[in-house]
Structure formats: structure tokens, C-alpha cells
């Protein structure tokens, strides 16, 4: 199966500079049961276009997609998505912005209630792996209908 995309985001947003241990891991092609992994972490926001982001090691938005206009009025985010989804919570941004490097450095899972959309009541942060760089985590923030992690 392969990775969905965004055909009008720019694949330029990536940092500029790589870190040593970044560029020694990416020499390390990922697992096998990478693709399987990463579309299960996805799966556990939602598979019906709920609006969700990834975030690569450095923070850099590399994915966006579900159904955006439903949530701000516009289709193709790039990197104001994550205001977007943060917008709507009630515990605080800097709260959520933790959460995001916890899931990123201890793969710690976290939801946050959403006050949005009545049917997406809820934003998940999930830890993913990266599609390239072997043992490096990305995350995934997206709004879910669900509380279950």
C-alpha cells in the first residue's frame, strides 16, 4: 500500500539541515512493517477524511489531508494545519504542543477534547514511524470521532 499524499502540498518543507544521527538512521532503510504500522496509527484517527497532519522529527509539516474545508473553510492548509487543529482546544496550545514532542521522543499517545466540529469532538496525538528514516518517529495530530486511542 502506498502512502497517501497531497499532490498541492510542497515537498519542500523539510528542514534545511539534518542532524548527524538523522543522516546516520537514514541510511538505515526502515523496517518492512513500516508502511503497515503507519497506516494503522492513521487508521486510529479515522478513515473517513477526518483532518489530520504529520509532523516529521524536526516539526516540519510533511502530510496533510482529510477534509479541511469542513473545519476552517479550505482544502490545502500546508503548514497553518496545526494551528487549525490546535484552535479548537480548550486544555491550551502549549499543553498540546507538549504532548506533540512526547509522542515524538517517548512515542507517548495523548486526546484532547476538540471544540470544533460537534461530530470530530476530539484531537488525537500519535506517534508514527517515519517512512524514511530508520527508528525515527514522526507524529500524527487529527481530529477523531472517537476518544479511544
Known sequence: MTEPSDPGFPAADLP?????ADTAREMIPPGDDVPARRV??????????????????????????????????????????????LDGVADGV???RHSIEAARLR????????????????????????????DAMHVVVGLSASPTL
Open 40 to 85: 494503522e496509527q492513521r487508521a486510529r484517527i479515522g478513515i473517513d477524511g477526518e483532518p489530520m497532519i504529520e509532523l516529521d522529527t524536526a516539526g516540519a509539516v510533511v502530510y496533510v489531508g482529510g477534509d479541511w474545508e469542513a473545519l476552517v473553510g479550505f482544502t490545502k492548509p500546508g503548514p497553518a494545519a496545526l494551528d487549525a487543529l
Open 107 to 134: 512515542h507517548a499517545s495523548a486526546v484532547w477534547d476538540h471544540g470544533s466540529l460537534p461530530d470530530l469532538a476530539f484531537l488525537k496525538v500519535l506517534p508514527i514511524p517515519s517512512p524514511t528514516v530508520a
Open 16 to 20: 534545511a539541515r539534518m542532524q548527524a
Open 94 to 96: 502549549d499543553q498540546v
